[in-house]
Structure formats: structure tokens, C-alpha cells
């Protein structure tokens, strides 16, 4: 082993909105905001962090020429509560589907899935 991962980060226009949406998400908290970088934990110490780019351009689902850049699987019991909730916070519906998964974007364009269990 090399290391061990500390967090996934997120490239957004605004990550201080997008931190909200994703403690939301997740049942996290805000452990640091500053101007151009805010992180979100959870109570087992999982991060989740979000760089300031100026410059992003969301990516397109499902379309190769436009990669994902980052996708996260959120584990849920209900989908049908879930999906309300994200829809709730500002996530969409993007096409894509599967028995046991839904595809979402975040307020800045990544997507997400919801995965549950049959």
C-alpha cells in the first residue's frame, strides 16, 4: 500500500454551495471553508472536498467526449425518499438506470448515482 485516500475532491464554480449540497447528501458537516477550498466530513472521517475552478465546464452524462471527471455511488435503503431529497436540495435526474441505480447531477454537473440493494 501507498496511502490511503483522504477525500475526494470536486473542481466547482461556487464550492461552497456545492459543500452544502454534498453535507446534505451525505449527513456531513463543514470541517473547513475558506474562499477557494471547503471540506465536508462525516462522522467517520470520509471527506469530501471542493476546489474553487473558475474556469469549470460541467461534464455531460453519458457522452465520452464530455468524462465524468469524478462520480460518487451514494449507498441509500429508500431511492424513491432519496431521489426527492437530492431533487429537494437542486441535484437533476440525468437518463440512466439500472436495477439497483439512478444517475443524478450535483448543482455543478457531476454526477451521482444513487445505489441501493434489491
Not at 474556469?55 to 435503503?77: G, I, K, Y
Not at 437530492?86 to 445505489?115: I, K, M, N, Q, S
Request: net charge negative.
Amino acid at each position: 500500500m501507498i496511502g490511503r485516500l483522504h477525500g475526494v475532491v470536486f473542481d466547482s464554480r461556487k464550492p461552497a454551495e456545492l459543500a452544502t449540497f454534498y453535507a446534505e447528501l451525505l449527513g456531513a458537516a463543514v470541517v473547513q471553508n475558506e474562499p477557494d477550498w471547503v471540506t465536508v466530513a462525516d462522522n467517520t472521517g470520509r471527506r469530501v472536498s471542493f476546489q474553487r475552478a473558475p474556469d469549470h465546464t460541467a461534464p455531460r452524462f453519458p457522452d465520452p467526449t464530455a468524462s465524468q471527471q469524478v462520480h460518487l455511488d451514494v449507498l441509500v435503503d429508500d431511492v424513491n425518499e432519496a431521489e426527492r431529497a437530492v431533487l429537494a436540495l437542486g441535484a437533476t435526474r440525468l437518463p440512466g438506470e439500472g436495477e439497483d441505480f439512478r444517475v443524478f447531477a450535483d448543482p455543478a454537473g457531476h454526477p451521482f448515482c444513487l445505489v441501493w440493494r434489491n
